[in-house]
């Protein structure tokens, strides 16, 4: 076939496809993926999911994870209760040792122990089993504490009688 040959049947042959196009336009999906069924007899089968087994798979999920997250917030909630009741024994020990009968003067970061006898509180350097026999009945043990730098009171221990005050960790 000689150049101009074959020049003029590739035109005849981009007409009929032109035609066979405008003939079949309407039956040709132009973005045949989105289609929901299989567009040609090769195509993958396209099944339609089923919704309400897919919502509720999803509302499955979001219930597990919220109560999660409350879950964790709740225990969020009790330890910042903890830590609020903490530092209000705390404060509440520490303004009684300063009503309290001092002798000498506290340093920060010593511990030392607090007594009460008869009506008034008091502060002293002596552990509750350092007393003598004698002496012992006399002071009722509330707690074992420490100076901190910020001139409240930490509570170390207390006395079993006294349930009210927190124990420091």
């Given at each position: 076939m000689q150049?101009?040959?074959?020049?003029?049947?590739?035109?005849?042959a981009i007409d009929i496809n032109q035609i066979d196009l405008e003939r079949l336009k309407d039956k040709i999906a132009e973005n045949p993926?989105?289609?929901?069924?299989?567009?040609?007899?090769g195509s993958a089968v396209v099944k339609p999911e089923d919704m309400h087994r897919v919502l509720a798979?999803?509302?499955?999920?979001?219930?597990?994870q919220t109560d999660m997250q409350m879950q964790q917030i709740i225990?969020?909630?009790?330890?910042?209760?903890?830590?609020?009741?903490?530092?209000?024994?705390?404060?509440?020990?520490?303004?009684r040792i300063y009503q309290a009968e001092l002798r000498f003067e506290?340093?920060?970061?010593?511990?030392?122990?607090?007594?009460?006898?008869e009506s008034r509180d008091?502060?002293?350097?002596?552990a509750p089993h350092e007393w003598g026999k004698i002496n012992r009945h006399l002071f009722t043990y509330i707690a074992k504490v420490r100076l901190l730098?910020?001139?409240?009171?930490?509570?170390l221990e207390v006395a079993p009688e006294v349930a009210s005050i927190q124990v420091s960790e």
């Amino acid at each position: 076939m000689q150049p101009e040959e074959e020049e003029k049947s590739k035109r005849e042959a981009i007409d009929i496809n032109q035609i066979d196009l405008e003939r079949l336009k309407d039956k040709i999906a132009e973005n045949p993926g989105l289609l929901p069924y299989a567009h040609t007899s090769g195509s993958a089968v396209v099944k339609p999911e089923d919704m309400h087994r897919v919502l509720a798979r999803s509302m499955t999920a979001m219930d597990q994870q919220t109560d999660m997250q409350m879950q964790q917030i709740i225990k969020q909630m009790h330890l910042l209760a903890d830590q609020a009741k903490t530092i209000q024994d705390r404060k509440v020990i520490s303004e009684r040792i300063y009503q309290a009968e001092l002798r000498f003067e506290p340093v920060i970061g010593h511990t030392y122990y607090f007594y009460h006898k008869e009506s008034r509180d008091i502060l002293s350097l002596v552990a509750p089993h350092e007393w003598g026999k004698i002496n012992r009945h006399l002071f009722t043990y509330i707690a074992k504490v420490r100076l901190l730098a910020d001139h409240t009171w930490d509570i170390l221990e207390v006395a079993p009688e006294v349930a009210s005050i927190q124990v420091s960790e």
